[in-house]
Antibody, heavy 122, light 111 residues
Framework: QVQLQESGPGLVKPSETLSLTCAVS?????????WGWIRQPPGKGLEWIGS???????YYHPSLKSRVTMSVDTSKDLFSLNLSSVTAADTAVYYC???????????????WGQGTLVTVSS | QSALTQPASVSGSPGQSITISCTGT?????????VSWYQQYPGKAPKLMIY???NRPSGVSNRFSGSKSDNTASLTISGLQAEDEADYYC???????????FGGGTKLIVL
């Protein structure tokens, strides 16, 4: 059974960088799938942030592209999200998830982490 | 504003059937059979219920079904049960530079 677990600070100051990691178990991050980040502001809907492949190929939402960096650590079976210059609008629950179609970043997302709330506040 | 349009809420009584619509464009739902649906309980992660328009993952009840016509996808839940009360989100690939889009979500109320 594939499991994903997000980790990182729950509070980030405005203008700083939000950094999260997602640990993958039950499957290797080098299994050929894309791995994604999705966020959900409190009381609102889901927003795809981007997806990354084991070889480092990334696809980002254009509205976040200038501030987002994703990376993969194949030795530790984890992938990471960095979001720079954050504002209160970036406050959200951040989920990591697996793109279920081998070799493709298209939907659906079949396995999800439990989510982690990140609040942007001074 | 979400890229895909869903009704804010739908309701139904136990045993009834309900349908949730998800309207997109010719760049997403109309162009590809890559529509998926997720169920989300408060404080929980979304759960995949339907993928590629009408396919159910293993373990998902056959009371859940999906379909598509032109630029609109639909999720139908038959034999409503109290446990179906949750938020439902549609999701699609798009050939715009957005790549992946979600609907705004629909709250299902079981009366």
């Amino acid at each position: 059974q594939v499991q994903l677990q997000e980790s990182g600070p729950g509070l980030v100051k405005p203008s700083e960088t939000l950094s999260l990691t997602c640990a993958v178990s039950g499957s290797s991050i080098t299994s050929g799938y894309y791995w994604g980040w999705i966020r959900q502001p409190p009381g609102k809907g889901l927003e795809w942030i981007g997806s990354i492949h084991q070889n480092g190929i990334t696809y980002y939402h254009p509205s976040l592209k200038s501030r987002v960096t994703m990376s993969v650590d194949t030795s530790k079976d984890l992938f990471s999200l960095n979001l720079s210059s954050v504002t209160a609008a970036d406050t959200a629950v951040y989920y990591c998830a697996r793109n279920s179609v081998w070799g493709s970043y298209r939907p659906p997302f079949d396995y999800w982490g439990q989510g982690t709330l990140v609040t942007v506040s001074s | 504003q979400s890229a895909l349009t869903q009704p804010a809420s739908v309701s139904g009584s136990p045993g009834q059937s309900i349908t949730i619509s998800c309207t997109g464009t010719s760049s997403d739902i109309g162009a590809y059979n890559y529509v998926s649906w997720y169920q989300q309980y408060p404080g929980k992660a979304p759960k995949l219920m339907i993928y590629d328009v009408s396919n159910r993952p293993s373990g998902v009840s056959n009371r859940f079904s999906g379909s598509k016509s032109d630029n609109t996808a639909s999720l139908t839940i038959s034999g409503l049960q109290a446990e179906d009360e949750a938020d439902y989100y549609c999701n699609s690939y798009t050939n715009s530079d957005t790549h992946v889009v979600f609907g705004g979500g629909t709250k299902l109320i079981v009366l």
